[in-house]
């Protein structure tokens, strides 16, 4: 059994919440007691039998505008996989949320109503998807009741996206006719649908390929804690306790402590105490070399063949998140991994318009749910990929100076 | 070709490790809240994998109501001593009586709510910045948005709306003076992980958690506990039943569940098939409303 983390992007008015109720239902993750709550609120709502799409209502001010602010995260699983759904806003007024959960996603669902077709926020969706790289996309072509379970209606828009999809150099997307309502191609094949022959949506779930995403061959250990027990009898004992972002370690691999370019050699590789051959990633380790170097927590050790970027000046595109607007040489701290500098923004290349993918220029502010192209520049150097050719150690956030909330979201390089 | 791959609850303890550094890395005085439930003795686990070989750099904190299960008690003491950790204990007793606090009346009076209060003077006395804590999201709705890292003001109080991004496994931790921070490590986990985890792992557990005769007043369709701390009332139904416990929190407000489970496997065999939720089945104190969980949060509850 493994893990599948996604994200579904849409409103509610494309049944997303719905989506996701039926994905729960069906799949038994709902017990009777929770089923009861829902029937009580379905009643006091004065909507019919029982209302899906309650099962991912949070917070009261959110029952009560009948939307969803924030993201919330839900869980289910099956026989094969445990799965982690990120419930996003679909809104424009919330794509800081959609870019939160799309960050830890592996998966997204776009849903389409079947009605509207390939829409505004279609595209807005599928942008964010392309801009975090999220490695598989599905379209779910929901409220297939509403256009006669048609089969042109689909292919029209399989058509439509597959359009945008390739101006939008996005990869493989799967798609999928739906009516979440009544649960077709959910969990179970359709009986309205005989003209489709591909999987169902739980199906695709279950057996999309996930390790294949991670990064077995750029080795990046980023030191989140130094180990030093200082007992009597572990008294040289020196332990750097950090996760495995990507690629292996071995014993006797030489390496590279970034960014101060300290060579030395891997001696031990501990995992939960015990000492181990070789680690991987994600696994959380804890690494001994062999020489007596000054190495602390925001270092990151890597292998000799491959290096990451270690700079202080670089291009990045970011969503701000912040209520504060960004402007051209404000500061911030930049935190990567577990290394935080100070930086400033040097220049405000482009604001890039969610719909359209329109580069607007000559831009003097940033506002809260942009996407920009922004120029910026560290007080210390910073060790990490391009986030397009390795996800893991390209994605970094903004903090305020002052007030210490997390103001943007940024992939760097 | 597959040559490195986890298994789902190899993925949960990576990342609940990353987490429990980053507490290490970040903070200057953390704690780990300990009620000798299992969501938090899986966190003394995880937290002493974290570590190895050095001890779990932060203290246990247990914030006692004075309803404790005395088996959770023993417990507690027979960990404290097994791994070395450093215990604080501070009672809400104290607080009732130096803040002159009003103890909640009624059958199942519960002093869960107070232990707020106990707690937020604890983070004060002991200057905590950050307490970790064993809450999940799939616990109930108002877990299910709040972040790894939730950032609380100087009244402990939690505020949905002003809750930093939490991005990639990217936790911002800074916070001014007086603020502090909840971080929950066993976030993503469900209820059954944990079950297959301790089962795994072979995390020894209080006695309650396996089947035992208890005598129970029954109410509600739940099944209390006969203690000093609940009010038995004329025509109310005690019965001996064979039952044990799902989760473990004060005798007041804790439901036992019927059950013949003596052994860990027969336990997650048992959750297997389970119709009802952990909370649904076992906490008298959120059948209030909809939103008693939304409330006792802003409160500074955990």
Redesign the interface.
Known sequence: MDLLRFITAGSVDDGKSTLIGRLLYDTGSIKVDQLQAIKKQSKNKGEGEIDLALFTDGLRAEREQGITIDVAYKYFSTGKRKFIIADAPGHIQYTRNMVTGASNSELIIILVDARNGVAEQTRRHTIIASLLKIPHVVVAVNKMDMVNYSETVFTGIVADYSLMARQLGLGEVTFIPLNSLDGDNIVTASAKMPWYTGVTLLDFLENVNVVEDINFTEPRFPVQYVIRPQSEDLHDYRGYAGKIISGTYKKGDRVVVLPDELYSEIDVIEINGEEVAEAFAPQSAVLRLKDDIDIARGDVIVTHDKQPVTTREFETTLCWMGSKPLAEGNKYLLQLHSRVVRCVIKEILYKLDVNTLEKQTNISSIGLNDIARVLVKTADPVVFDNYSELRVNGGAILIDETAYTTVAGCMLG | M???????L??????S??IM??V??QFERPALLFSGGKDSITLVQLAL???????IPFPLVHIDTGHNFPEALAYRDRLVAETGAKLIVRYVEDTIKARGLKEPVGKFASRNALQAYTLLDTIEEFGFDACIGGAR??EE??R??ERIFSVRDEFGQWD??K????????Y?G???KGENVRVFPI??W?E??VWNYIKREGIDLPEIYFSHDREVLVHNEHLVAVSPFIRIDDGDVIVTKRVRYRTVGDMTCTAAVESTATTIDDIVAEINL????ER??TRIDDQVS??AM?DRKKNGYF
């Open positions: 597959v040559p490195f791959k986890l298994d789902y190899d993925l949960l303890e990576s990342e490790i990353h550094r980053e290490a890395g994998k974290a570590f190895k070989p050095g001890k999201r799939d709705k108002a299910a948005k949905p709306k809750q930093r991004p939490e991005l990639w496994n990217l911002n800074k916070i001014h976030s993503n469900v059954i992980d389970t119709s009802i939720s649904g089945e909809e939103a939304e």
